[in-house]
């Protein structure tokens, strides 16, 4: 097992580390003492997550005389909407927080989302840490501070930017996530190297099969990479004004596919996103962008790790070009009504645009869906 190992994600004042490492819920007083100003904190986490990893949270907390208070969300996407949220400014109001309180989100996306949201308009701002346990959430959605819940009219279109204190992805609590969920954010971890890094694109063809079969060295070296990129990116564009959006590779093909199938169970966003780079890559080939070999490249990689890489591979599912475009032209990104896309001149190298014919894109969404 490698050593704890850590970085800086430098934005001024609200700079925060990120520690990457084996046992940091069990060693977590020690790193979360320093920054704590009020007792108790108030951890909030999942119900299955708190069946694996509380009772050492809790335990580790305890032994360093620091006071907690717990808040069990029910686990999965239904908690993060108005109600669930309400119910958690409740649950965090009856215990009497003060400005100098502190939150712990322990859990995934979920967890971590709704929790960054209710710290960020809690007493008007209180501070929150983030101890990320999917590997989605260790490289993606605990670092950058997007907060925010999910409405009737889409995901994610409420919320703050606002950044934790900290951040403490426990290498080992990765041990207990079903393959499904650890894939899904494997994705998220292909997308660093298929946006800006081909070097470590490679690496993880070589060594992705043993990372998902439980190398815990490989998941390590994994997490801190796809870290060091997002904290490189975010340092340099915290709300998005131009760069950040990279990250959103996949992201526009992956997000219609999840409107359509409910953002639920069905397809996992990491999944949503393994498809959508795919056809991102298709895309730019077919617009000449970028070498077909490398489209090629990346959808043998993702398949042979056992990600979904085109929507025919959602069995019993009937898709439209239709609408999906019409899922697309609501996405965030849309601006004056350009759909826009981020594409790629070939592994590692993705770039941004709004200049996309829309009659190129249903070809593609046409060739993709047909049976
Ligand atoms: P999640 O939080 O729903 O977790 C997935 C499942 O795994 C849940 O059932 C959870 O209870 C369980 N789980 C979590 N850790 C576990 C562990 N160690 N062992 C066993 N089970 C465990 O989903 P997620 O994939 O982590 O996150 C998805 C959410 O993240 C979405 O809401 C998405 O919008 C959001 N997101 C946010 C950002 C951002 O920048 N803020 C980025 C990407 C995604
Ligand atoms: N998950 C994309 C971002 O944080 O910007």
Known sequence: MSPVESLSVALGERSYDIVVGPDLISNA?????????????????????????LDNLSHSLKSAG???????????????????????????????????????????????????FAASVILRGIDFIQIPTTLLAQVDSSVGGKTGINTRHGKNLVGSFYQP????????????LPRRELLAGYAEVAKYGLLGDKEFFE????????????????????????????ANIVGRDEKEAGDRALLNLGHTFGHALEAETGFGEKLLHGEAV??????AFDLSAQLGL?????????????KAM???????????QKWESAALLSHMAQ????????????????????FMTSDINVSEVEALLDQAIAA
């Open 29 to 53: 007083a020690k790193l979360v003492a320093p920054l704590l100003d009020h007792q108790p904190v108030i951890i909030v986490t999942d119900e299955n997550v708190a069946g694996y990893h």
């Open 66 to 116: 620091i006071t907690s208070t717990v808040i069990t969300l029910p686990a999965g996407e239904n908690t993060k909407g108005y109600e669930g949220f309400q119910g958690l400014l409740s649950k965090i109001l009856n215990t009497s927080p003060e400005r100098r309180s502190t939150l712990i989100a322990l859990g995934g996306g979920v967890i971590g989302d709704i929790t960054g």
């Open 165 to 176: 204190r900290l951040v403490l992805a426990d290498i080992t609590a990765l041990s207990t």
């Open 203 to 230: 690496w993880l063809e070589k060594n992705g099969p043993a990372l998902i079969e439980g190398d815990d060295t490989l998941r390590q070296q994994a997490v801190l990479k796809s870290c060091h990129a997002k």
């Open 274 to 279: 393994a498809i959508g780079m795919t056809m």
């Open 290 to 302: 970028c070498p077909t070999d490398d489209a090629i490249r990346v959808r043998a990689h993702l």
């Open 306 to 316: 056992g990600l979904p890489v085109q929507p025919k591979d959602l069995t019993g």
């Open 331 to 350: 996405d965030k990104k849309v601006r004056d009504g350009q759909i826009t896309f981020i594409l790629t001149r070939g592994i590692g190298n993705a």
